[in-house]
């Protein structure tokens, strides 16, 4: 707090010097100095205009942040602190980060991630808040996905970041050739530590993921080290949708069910349904709620989907026959039904229903029948 009242007190004087007739000694003195180190408590929306206002007046006082990062760099050598900051109170972002390891460094910047409730385990953002289970789910992993980069993995992601190592210490920056700070470049920093796109699909497994192309490894060594700016690629072209009409859902004593036409339901889509990855499933052009794509993604889903051929499902590791289907199929309101084995998915109920065809379903026979007859 003492040095927000000096620096506003410092600034305040200095504008209002010529009304006391003191400017030219004053104007000296802070000539001598150079710089400015500006704390405050507003956010860059607020502070920015009064700086440039600032900097246009006396543009030969320059904003420099340099001297706080290296009395920051200082205290932690001196202390056994883990995590050094350099940031503004009341707005997330920070200038400057010093801590032992660079999994300390991912460690604050995972923490948007961790408590944010609409953002789930996997780093997707839903649109409705997270269950109280999956948000306890979410925080109990936090720990495992801070083991699933090591360190050359972490570095290899920064790029427009300076990053040095100070003896034991690593330091991470965005501060500006001559100490300034566009507070705005804080959030690709605090996305490039925090690296939610490469979340293993269990949480703690080692990433496969490959550093985005236009990061680069910042050299070792001490002394900040810049690396030149990569050129931004192309962004490649949004990958088209399988042709297809939508999915339909019906919801079931509270779960959702997913019923599928004929175009879109294969093997690909089964092992999908197997291991919940419902991205695969559901599709952008399916329109379906948020609350029900939500609820999927939380809750999962069953399913029932039209089969062709009864060849296509297994009993006792055998292709089914229409002979043994006719022997071994149970009666079920004038339809017939039979437990198989989906390959890729599981074991699921058979239905034959006059009329209307064959299906097959992840559903108890009575739902699942009174789903295909409407």
């Given at each position: 707090m003492y040095y927000f009242i000096f620096?506003?007190?410092?600034?305040?004087?200095?504008c209002a010097a010529p009304a006391f007739g003191a400017e030219s000694s004053l104007i000296e003195g802070a000539k001598k100095e150079g710089a400015l180190v500006y704390y405050t408590t507003m956010d860059i929306q607020n502070s920015k205009p009064?700086?440039?206002?600032?900097?246009?007046?006396?543009?030969?006082?320059?904003?420099?942040?340099?001297?706080?990062?290296?009395?920051?760099?200082?205290?932690?050598?001196?202390?056994?602190?883990?995590?050094?900051?350099?940031?503004?109170?009341?707005?997330?972002?920070?200038?400057?980060?010093?801590?032992?390891?660079?999994r300390d460094l991912r460690a604050i910047c995972l923490l948007p991630w961790a408590l944010d409730p609409q953002v789930d385990l996997d780093g997707k953002r839903r649109q409705t808040p997270l269950s109280q289970k999956e948000f306890e789910a979410k925080l109990?992993?936090?720990?495992?996905?801070?083991?699933?980069?090591?360190?050359?993995?972490?570095?290899?992601?920064?790029?427009g970041v300076s990053f040095e190592r100070r003896g034991e210490l690593v330091v991470v920056d965005v501060l500006e050739a001559d100490g300034t700070w566009d507070q705005r470049k804080s959030i690709a920093m605090e996305t490039q530590l925090g690296a939610w796109d490469a979340f293993s699909m269990i949480p703690g497994a080692p990433s496969s993921a490959k550093a985005p192309a236009t990061a680069a490894a910042p050299p070792p060594g001490n002394g900040a080290k810049k690396p030149e700016p990569a050129k931004k690629p192309e962004p490649p072209p949004a990958k088209p949708e399988?042709?297809?009409?939508?999915?339909?859902?019906?919801?079931?004593?509270?779960?959702?069910v997913i019923v599928f036409p004929q175009e879109r339901f294969d093997l690909d889509v089964a092992a999908a349904l197997g291991k919940r990855d419902w991205d695969q499933v559901v599709r952008r052009s399916d329109n379906l709620p948020g609350a029900i794509r939500d609820k999927i993604q939380r809750d999962g889903a069953g399913f029932i989907a039209p089969l062709e051929f009864l060849s296509e499902v297994f009993v006792d590791g055998k292709p089914l026959t229409k002979q043994q289907f006719e022997a071994s199929s149970t009666p079920l309101d004038g339809a017939k039904t039979l437990d198989v084995h989906f390959?890729?998915?599981?074991?699921?109920?058979?239905?034959?229903?006059?009329?209307?065809?064959?299906?097959?379903?992840s559903m108890p026979k009575a739902a699942a029948l009174a789903l295909v007859k409407g």
């Open positions: 620096v506003v007190l410092f600034v305040l004087q200095l009064l700086l440039d206002a600032f900097d246009k007046k006396y543009p030969f006082i320059k904003t420099d942040l340099r001297p706080a990062k290296e009395a920051l760099i200082e205290t932690c050598q001196k202390l056994p602190i883990r995590l050094g900051r350099l940031f503004v109170l009341g707005s997330w972002g920070d200038a400057v980060l010093v801590a032992h390891s660079m109990m992993a936090y720990e495992k996905r801070l083991e699933e980069l090591d360190e050359e993995q972490i570095i290899a992601r920064l790029s399988p042709a297809g009409p939508p999915i339909a859902v019906k919801e079931v004593d509270g779960q959702v390959p890729r998915y599981g074991e699921v109920v058979l239905l034959d229903v006059p009329g209307k065809g064959r299906f097959v379903s």
